[in-house]
């Protein structure tokens, strides 16, 4: 269901609604060949805002950041779609890793919500008090290679089966949840923010104040687990 999941009740508090914004060059095959890179090779790395980037079949290369804009309670609507609020800092991200590309034009922009999770892992039941309807969630902006695993769940889970798939650890709904509104969107701005002051701090080769740190570590897990956050 990905972020509208949280138009159901029991599912409001175990996902956090955020943006991710993408942004799309100019065709540059030529460019992207003189780099090696033509395996059309998806990339991402370990931040908690997290980069992602791949080249296209038509030679452009599509460049996105995780962390965007928070949606307020169940709400999902027109802020999550259409042109990027945050084109210009996704670009400049881009940049900073390709700075030979500095000179290629953005063609395209946009932005689209993601379910995020309190460990970053989809979870799977069924609807409360609706044992014909089941679901899969939380995939947390990584679902290509987990919704394989997950069309496995939900397939036993349909079929009432009992087996590896529906008694395996993603099952059941999480233990902990995020925090009620208004706390949970107030809450996460500010953690955001933090986030963005240590994530540039490091970029900038500088160190990262206490109060800073002890406010990332409330945030929810990242696509890759690193140890000291």
């Known amino acids: 269901m990905n972020a509208w999941g949280v138009r159901f009740p029991e599912l409001r508090r175990k996902i956090l609604v955020v943006g991710s914004d993408i942004v799309a060059t100019a065709p540059i095959p030529d460019r992207i060949e003189q780099t090696g890179w033509r395996d059309g090779l998806a990339i991402s790395d370990s931040r908690l805002l997290v980069h992602y980037y791949r080249t296209t079949d038509d030679g452009r290369i599509v460049f996105g950041k995780g962390g965007g804009q928070l949606a307020f309670g169940s709400r999902v609507g027109r802020r999550f779609e259409g042109n990027s609020p945050r084109r210009q800092s996704v670009e400049a991200a881009l940049h900073a890793t390709y700075p030979n590309l500095a000179d290629v034009p953005i063609e395209q922009d946009w932005t689209g919500p993601i379910d995020r999770s309190r460990t970053g892992l989809p979870f799977f039941g069924y609807l409360k008090g609706k044992p014909n309807v089941a679901f899969g969630i939380g995939y947390s902006g990584n679902g290509v290679g987990p919704s394989f695993l997950g069309g496995k769940i939900l397939a036993s889970l349909a079929l009432e089966k009992e087996d590896e798939w529906s008694r395996c650890g993603l099952v059941g709904m999480p233990p902990k949840g995020f925090p009620p509104e208004p706390f949970r969107f107030v809450g996460g701005h500010m953690v955001r923010a933090a986030i963005v002051r240590k ?25 890759v687990p690193v140890k000291g956050r």
């Not at 540039?200 to 990332?216: C, H, S, Y």
């Open 199 to 223: 994530e540039k701090a490091e970029d900038e080769g500088r160190r990262v104040d206490p109060i800073t740190l002890g406010l990332v570590r409330l945030a929810p897990a990242g696509l």
